[in-house]
């Protein structure tokens, strides 16, 4: 089989400047109806700046100085707000659809990546490095946290570094769709693909005191798409089988607010092949906001957390208590919440199969989101055994939480000074789906 790797410009603007607020906010990338992709291998490059508001020969901001700061677990992922994937040939349905992006990004690189796992691989293809100590900036900064482990301003300048060079920084990200993490995909048989990327607000992708004053861009856009040709073979058994069957992944995102110190959030996901559940949270207040990262992830001082099917409690048949002292503030609580962070790594994988992760009671604590750089979610496996998913197309699933809903910013103050906020919950539903697609006819459903 030969193999190719086609390089693909936005249809809506080819090499030109993309932004949310300069430029068009909008990418589509069209792939034809030849050979086979090798989903896993797909790639989004291009360049990225940071420009000035009053700038208009698009020149990148270099000075490190600068109170300007990408997230670092996101990296330049933060750039795309939704995708959306669907059939060329087959227009009318949306095979995923994947809204709040980047905090869906934001959990696999904080999971499954180690420190030195986002120092290398992670910071050539997405420019992010984590939160850990690896670097003289970071150890000789006066600002210190946990005792000297790591520091919070070496932490932002060590992040700000690659993104100072004068061209800017190019970037080369994986795509984070479950029809990226599927099987390859006979392009003839879906008829195509249409990848539609739609751009973040500045605001939640810059944050810092000099953020406001700036705007990102992207320039020359593109994907990597490597093709198989089907050998004859191929070809004549899909010639023989005119309404193949396509097993793939997707995620769900799904938005809530929590206003209540006990309250119970409930999806309708119509969906089957429910493989599992991750949840992350954010005070509503820090959303597109520039003076606050609005893609780390908060501990709302979760107290207890129930899952549910249908009412009933599920997949785990106990409540999950947080060991607390309410005399004592947030950042001086004797638990680092094992077994919700447990469970939420579950829902990535077994538990036993996470070899390397910064979820820890370090970079989870509560200091790390005092200084907006913290990663917490919670999460559950509904089939871990065979890995099939649990059918949902006429279920209610979602979880009960009872928390104190606690300001971030006032974590490590005293118990009658800290105050409390709404908090959003974006929560990802991982599927397995199957869709038959029938020709003249488009894409059907598999029940």
């Known amino acids: 089989m030969s193999k190719r790797y086609l390089s693909i410009s936005s249809a809506n603007g080819g090499s030109g400047f993309f932004g949310y607020s300069n430029g068009n906010p909008q990418l589509t990338f069209l792939v034809s109806n030849t050979g086979i992709l090798q989903s896993q291998e797909l790639r989004f490059q291009g360049n990225f700046k940071r420009v000035l508001n009053t700038n208009s020969a698009h020149l990148n901001e270099v000075?490190?100085?600068?109170?300007?700061?990408?997230?670092?677990?996101?990296?330049?992922?933060?750039?795309i707000q939704n995708i959306e994937i669907s059939s060329?040939?087959?227009?009318?349905?949306?095979?995923?659809?994947?809204?709040?992006?980047?905090?869906?990004?934001?959990?696999?690189?904080?999971?499954?990546?180690?420190?030195?796992g986002l120092d290398t691989q992670m910071y050539n293809e997405q420019v992010c490095k984590g939160s850990g100590f690896s670097t003289i900036s970071e150890e000789n900064?006066?600002?210190?946290?946990?005792?000297?482990n790591y520091s919070v301003a070496g932490q932002k300048i060590a992040q700000r570094i690659p993104y100072c060079a004068k061209k800017g920084v190019d970037f080369d990200i994986r795509l984070?769709?479950?029809m990226f993490m599927s099987e390859d995909i006979d392009l003839e048989q879906i008829g195509g693909l249409a990848i539609t990327i739609n751009l973040a607000p500045n605001e939640n992708v810059l944050f810092g005191t000099d953020s406001q004053n700036y705007h990102y861009e992207i320039q020359n856009p593109r994907i990597i798409v490597?093709?198989?040709?089907?050998?004859?073979?191929?070809?004549?058994?899909?010639?023989?089988?005119?309404?193949?069957?396509?097993?793939?992944?997707?995620?769900?995102?799904?938005?809530?607010?929590?206003?209540?110190?006990?309250?119970?959030v409930v999806h309708r996901v119509s969906l089957k092949g429910v493989i599992s559940t991750q949840s992350n949270f954010i005070p509503v207040s820090y959303i597109n906001n520039s003076s606050k990262n609005g893609l780390a992830q908060y501990n709302p001082a979760i107290q207890r957390l129930v899952y549910h099917l249908d009412g009933k409690r599920f997949p785990l048949e106990y409540s999950i208590e947080v060991d607390r002292d309410e005399t004592l503030p947030q950042n001086e609580q004797i638990s680092t919440n094992p077994q919700?962070?447990?469970?939420?790594?579950?829902?990535?994988?077994?538990?036993?199969?996470?070899?390397?992760?910064?979820?820890?009671?370090?970079?989870?604590?509560?200091?790390?989101?005092v200084a907006e750089h913290g990663v917490f979610g919670v999460g559950c496996s509904?089939?871990?055994?065979?890995?099939?998913?649990?059918?949902?197309?006429?279920?209610?699933?979602?979880?009960?939480?009872q928390s104190k809903l606690l300001d971030p910013a006032k974590f490590d103050?005293?118990?009658?000074d800290q105050t409390s906020l709404n908090y959003a919950v974006y929560t990802y539903y991982l599927c397995r789906n199957s869709v038959r697609i029938v020709q003249g006819q488009g894409i059907q459903v598999v029940q």
């Open 413 to 416: 103050s005293a118990i009658v």
């Open 176 to 178: 984070m769709c479950g």
């Open 340 to 369: 919700l962070l447990r469970n939420y790594l579950e829902s990535f994988r077994n538990a036993k199969d996470v070899k390397k992760s910064c979820i820890n009671p370090v970079v989870s604590g509560a200091d790390a989101q």
């Open 63 to 79: 000075d490190k100085t600068k109170d300007l700061n990408v997230d670092s677990f996101v990296g330049v992922s933060s750039i």
């Open 141 to 148: 900064s006066t600002t210190s946290l946990n005792s000297g």
């Open 226 to 264: 490597p093709v198989i040709a089907k050998s004859d073979e191929a070809i004549e058994m899909s010639a023989m089988n005119p309404s193949p069957v396509l097993n793939f992944l997707s995620f769900t995102s799904l938005y809530n607010v929590i206003t209540s110190t006990e309250q119970q």
């Open 382 to 401: 509904y089939d871990s055994v065979s890995n099939a998913g649990i059918p949902a197309q006429v279920s209610t699933l979602g979880f009960e939480l």
């Open 88 to 116: 060329r040939a087959y227009s009318n349905r949306s095979l995923e659809n994947i809204q709040n992006y980047p905090r869906l990004v934001s959990n696999f690189m904080s999971s499954l990546h180690s420190k030195g």
